[in-house]
C-alpha cells in the first residue's frame, strides 16, 4: 500500500519562504508521477504544480510560477515544494499526490493521496 505523508507547512507572514516536503512509502518514488495540490477554504482544490517520474518534465500553475519550485529525490522516496515569496493567497492546506508515468499533471485523478499540511500566510 502506497502512502504519502506531507510536512512542512506552518504560519509565516507574507514574503517569507517554506519548503513542503512529501515522503513516499510502500512504493518507488520512480514509478509515479508527483503532483501538489492546494485547497483553501470554501473553493475548489486546484494543481499547483507536477514533476514527472524521470524528472524532465515540470509544470506549475500559473498563480505560483516564478515563486514555487518542485523538486524530487528518488533516491529518498520524497517530493519537495520549495516556496518563496509568499502571499496570503498562497494559504491552503497542501496536498501531495501520486499518479501515473502516464499521466501529465496527475490530472484528471490521483492515485494516492497525503493528508496534506496547512500553509497559512499572514498579510
Known amino acids: 500500500q502506497v502512502q504519502l505523508v506531507e510536512s512542512g507547512g506552518g504560519l509565516v507572514p507574507a514574503g517569507d519562504s517554506l519548503r513542503l516536503s512529501c515522503v513516499v512509502s510502500?512504493?518507488?518514488?520512480?514509478?509515479?508521477?508527483m503532483g501538489w495540490f492546494r485547497q483553501a477554504p470554501g473553493k475548489d482544490p486546484e494543481f499547483v504544480a507536477f514533476?514527472?517520474?524521470?524528472?524532465?518534465?515540470?509544470d506549475y500553475a500559473e498563480a505560483v510560477k516564478g515563486r514555487f519550485t518542485i523538486s524530487r529525490d528518488n533516491a529518498k522516496n520524497t517530493v519537495y515544494l520549495q516556496m518563496n515569496s509568499l502571499k496570503p493567497e498562497d494559504t491552503a492546506v497542501y496536498y501531495c499526490?501520486?499518479?501515473?508515468?502516464?499521466?501529465?499533471?496527475?490530472?484528471?485523478?490521483?492515485?494516492?493521496w497525503g493528508q496534506g499540511t496547512q500553509v497559512t500566510i499572514s498579510s
Open positions: 510502500g512504493g518507488a518514488l520512480s514509478n509515479y508521477n
Open positions: 499526490g501520486a499518479c501515473p508515468l502516464w499521466l501529465y499533471r496527475c490530472l484528471p485523478k490521483v492515485d494516492y
Open positions: 514533476k514527472s517520474g524521470s524528472g524532465g518534465i515540470t
